[in-house]
């Protein structure tokens, strides 16, 4: 199972693009890396997945070294309402057994004017 | 198309008294998951079930027990609360993963708890 490790939290201001990094130096093989986003009060929302390379969607993207021991979120132009905690898991979505879904303490990102 | 919805959305407890919470999914998701999270803190697995009529622990599953009789439903019970139990809990369901799947994770919109 790789672990990851994220900032605990970080603060940006509005329009600023904000990147968020994750390392997970035990990534096996056939895991990915997968974000998801919490507001206060609310579950986690699933953001992005990829493997390797570059993966962007509507919200944002998610960049993978060639070693792919890290992992980077880039959100573009930050609004107040990114502000959120941010979750990086790794893991074979093949094999969907829970022990493979554990989350840690997220980062905490602050966004302000 | 409701999702994961959970009942109830708060809750108040004394101290030894027990109770259910309910997730239900119209998704058709094998998987389901109880998490906490405690105040500022991450997500901590409990329970989780793989299919209806299967029920395995997480990392924190002293204090709660859970039951799969029916696909769509997955229940979390407190047989005696006590106040560590204070917390929020969250349902999440997922699909039985195949080629190309994300293994999405959909939760529901949390149960406050608390314990006096």
């Known amino acids: 199972l790789a672990k990851t490790t994220q900032p605990i939290s970080m603060d940006s201001y509005e329009g600023q693009e904000v990147n968020i990094t994750c390392s997970h130096n035990n990534i096996a093989t056939n895991d990915y890396i997968t974000w998801y986003q919490q507001f206060p009060s609310q579950g986690p929302r699933f953001i992005i997945q990829g493997y390797k390379t570059k993966v962007t969607n509507e919200v944002a993207s998610l960049f993978i070294p060639a070693d792919r021991k890290s992992s980077t979120l880039s959100l573009p132009r930050v609004s107040l309402s990114d502000t959120a905690v941010y979750y990086c898991?790794?893991?074979?979505?093949?094999?969907?057994?829970?022990?493979?879904?554990?989350f840690g303490s997220g980062t905490r990102l602050s966004i302000r004017p | 198309n409701a999702g994961v919805t959970q009942t109830p959305k708060f809750r108040v407890l004394k101290t030894g008294q027990s109770m259910t919470l309910l997730c239900a999914q119209d998704m058709n998701h094998e998987y389901m998951y109880w998490y906490r999270q405690d105040p500022g803190m991450g997500l901590r697995l409990i329970h989780y079930s793989v299919g209806e009529g299967t029920t395995a622990k997480g990392e924190v599953p002293d204090g709660y027990n859970v039951s799969r009789l029916k696909k769509q439903n997955f229940l979390l019970g407190l047989e005696s609360a006590a106040p560590s139990q204070t917390s929020v809990y969250f349902c999440?369901?997922?699909?039985?993963?195949?080629?190309?799947?994300?293994?999405?994770?959909?939760f529901g919109e949390g149960s406050r708890l608390t314990v006096l």
């Open positions: 898991l790794v893991g074979d979505p093949l094999y969907s057994s829970a022990s493979k879904i554990i």
């Open positions: 999440a369901s997922t699909l039985q993963q195949g080629a190309g799947d994300t293994g999405e994770l959909f």
